[in-house]
């Protein structure tokens, strides 16, 4: 089975930068899946903030983080990453990485049928 392990998450100041990284292990591979990231802030709904497709050719980004955030994958490490930069109080939340078969980067999460357990970010102003 496999199995989504997010990290890099912790405690920044606003205006800092974080890179989070999402490891897919057990058998498996990264081709043919597209990844996305979305997080989840309290009290809110978990929402789209990024996505690639899996030869990581097209990106998506939400208008929240677009021109700050950059979302890449090393399919050899399966390993996607999403790099954070200018962080505000706003982006505190779960940040959750999942997997969808097919190339597409949507940015629907129940288009996405594996999820990792998440890491905390939290930005202090």
């Known amino acids: 089975q496999v199995q989504l392990v997010e990290s890099g998450g912790g405690l920044v100041q606003a205006g800092g930068s974080l890179r989070l990284s999402c490891a897919a292990s057990?058998?498996?591979?990264?081709?043919?899946?597209?990844m996305g990231w979305f997080p989840q802030a309290p009290g809110k709904e978990r929402e789209f903030i990024a996505a690639?497709?899996?030869?990581?050719?097209?990106?998506r980004y939400a208008d929240s983080v677009k021109g700050r955030s950059t979302i890449s994958r090393d399919n050899a490490k399966n390993t996607v990453y999403l790099q954070m930069n200018s962080l505000t109080p706003e982006d505190t939340a779960v940040y959750y990485c999942?997997?969808?078969?097919?190339?597409?980067?949507?940015?629907?999460?129940?288009?996405?049928?594996?999820w990792g357990q998440g890491t905390q970010v939290t930005v202090s102003s």
């Open positions: 057990g058998r498996t591979s990264m081709r043919d899946y597209a």
């Open positions: 999942a997997r969808k078969r097919g190339w597409r980067a949507s940015v629907v999460g129940n288009d996405y049928d594996n």
């Open positions: 690639i497709t899996w030869a990581g050719h097209i990106t």
